[in-house]
């Protein structure tokens, strides 16, 4: 089946770097979609992308739907301490309306001060 | 204000007992989920319900089972063929237009003893 490969698994960092994170799929997608969760609770979105080359802003966090349709990059710049959690990309080969996501299997940031 | 809830946050259940977790949901949406979620792997959908009275199966149903008789409600039964039911089980609901922007609970973490 479709499978999404997340990187870096974990980062700790300190406060006011920028990190960067990815997602590749050995399938084309349709969407791209990122969420973050924080300890205990459920994931909150982030980011979605519903174009190839798309590149969206939220904040300090940027996106990237990639141009080959097989992978999105999300960066978030001058980190601080309330950005620690799991990212997760997660994408969908259907249309915006029959989508089943697959998820990466998550980025764990943390944040020193 | 509008959401999704989940309950019980904690519950613990002896081999062999079947449970019930409940999922609310006041946002309107026809589209609702479940997940679940082990250390380190991705979010994996257990049940999907687009409309009242049906329901699919995800990557990973069997040993669960679901209902969907109210738009508001998709309760997630963990039955005892469950080899392996220790996890954070995740609900989200989601519009039918843009099913890849899930809104999630607070998820529900089930511990067998």
């Known amino acids: 089946g479709q499978q999404l490969n997340q990187s870096p698994q974990s980062m700790f960092i300190q406060e006011g770097e920028d990190v960067s994170m990815n997602c590749t799929s050995s399938s084309i997608f349709n969407t791209w979609l990122w969420y973050k969760q924080d300890p205990g609770e459920g994931p909150v979105l982030l980011i979605a992308?519903?174009?190839?080359?798309e590149l969206t802003s939220n904040g300090r966090l940027t996106a990237q739907f990639g141009i080959t349709r097989k992978d999105s990059f999300l960066n978030i710049s001058a980190s601080i301490p309330s950005d620690v959690g799991i990212y997760f990309c997660?994408?969908?080969?259907?249309?915006?309306?029959?989508?089943?996501?697959?998820f990466g299997q998550g980025t764990t940031l943390q944040v020193k001060p | 204000d509008g959401g999704i809830t989940q309950s019980p946050k904690y519950l613990f259940r002896k081999e062999g007992q079947n449970v019930t977790l409940s999922c609310e949901q006041n946002l309107n949406h026809d589209a609702m989920y479940w997940y679940r979620q082990d250390p380190g792997q991705g979010l994996r959908l257990i049940y999907y319900?687009?409309?009242?009275?049906?329901?699919q199966k995800g990557d990973i149903a069997e040993g669960y089972s679901v209902s969907r008789e109210k738009k508001e409600s998709f309760p997630l039964t963990v039955t005892s063929a469950q080899k392996n039911p220790t996890a954070f089980y995740l609900c989200?609901?989601?519009?039918?237009?843009?099913?890849?922007?899930?809104?999630f609970g607070e998820g529900s973490r089930l511990t067998v003893l």
């Open positions: 992308l519903y174009k190839a080359g």
């Open positions: 989200a609901s989601s519009m039918l237009r843009n099913t890849g922007e899930l809104f």
């Open positions: 319900s687009q409309i009242v009275n049906d329901f």
């Open positions: 997660a994408g969908s080969a259907g249309s915006s309306n029959t989508g089943k996501l697959i």
